[in-house]
């Protein structure tokens, strides 16, 4: 079992940067995947950032140049740098996990971003 728990969402002025982390803790091995997916108001979850069991990591075409997904030293901590945030990245933000083929999911936190 594995347990996420994203924390850093707010809100924030259009332009600005916010840091999301994410903390996994439970029996964590054999990772396929880690991201960041985001969930507007009406609208389906979608990929924002990925990262594959070969290090390389890809982003939402919105998002490039903008977004930066990094891990931390401990391996079970995750960051999403967020930038020059626009009121179309207002959603919320979750972390997953997939291990073995199973996907799991934080709750959540709201970014907010006011024009």
């Known amino acids: 079992q594995v347990q996420l728990v994203e924390s850093g969402g707010g809100l924030v002025q259009a332009g600005g940067s916010l840091r999301l982390s994410c903390v996994a803790s439970?029996?964590?091995?054999?990772?396929?995947?880690m991201g960041w997916y985001r969930q507007a108001p009406g609208k389906q979850r979608e990929l924002v950032a990925v990262?594959?069991?070969?290090?390389?990591?890809n982003y939402a075409d919105s998002v490039k140049g903008r977004f930066t997904m990094s891990r931390g030293s401990r391996k079970n901590t995750m960051y999403l740098q967020m930038n020059s945030l626009k009121p179309e990245d207002t959603a919320v933000y979750y972390c997953n996990v997939v291990t073995y083929g199973i996907n799991y999911w934080g709750k959540g936190t709201l970014v907010t971003v006011s024009s």
């Open positions: 439970g029996f964590i091995s054999n990772i396929n995947t």
């Open positions: 990262e594959s069991s070969g290090g390389s990591t």
